[in-house]
């Protein structure tokens, strides 16, 4: 599935109806939406924990990189592909970056 055009300037967040959640009993992050649910393994785990309508994709990728000792511009790509597929689906929307 290809997504959506995004570029490093692009500040992600989960819109109306769609969170991350913890379920404790089975020890899993579940990404729910309306009439959907993913199960995002540990990496989309790391991006998905940082999308809060305020970090810019460059910025989680930074954070990511940094954390992981990881090169910065690999890291920024997967993240932008990530993003990118759950906007194509309505997982994530764009907002407007804080002046």
Known sequence: MSGLPISGGDVP???RGVRLQFNQARGQWFLQGPE????PDEIAVE??????GVRTVDAIARELAVEFSAPEAEIGADV?????????IRMLERREPAP
């Open 13 to 15: 967040a989960l819109p």
């Open 36 to 39: 959907r649910v993913f199960e």
């Open 47 to 52: 991006i998905l924990t940082r999308i809060d």
């Open 80 to 88: 932008a592909s990530f993003v990118a597929e759950l906007l194509a």
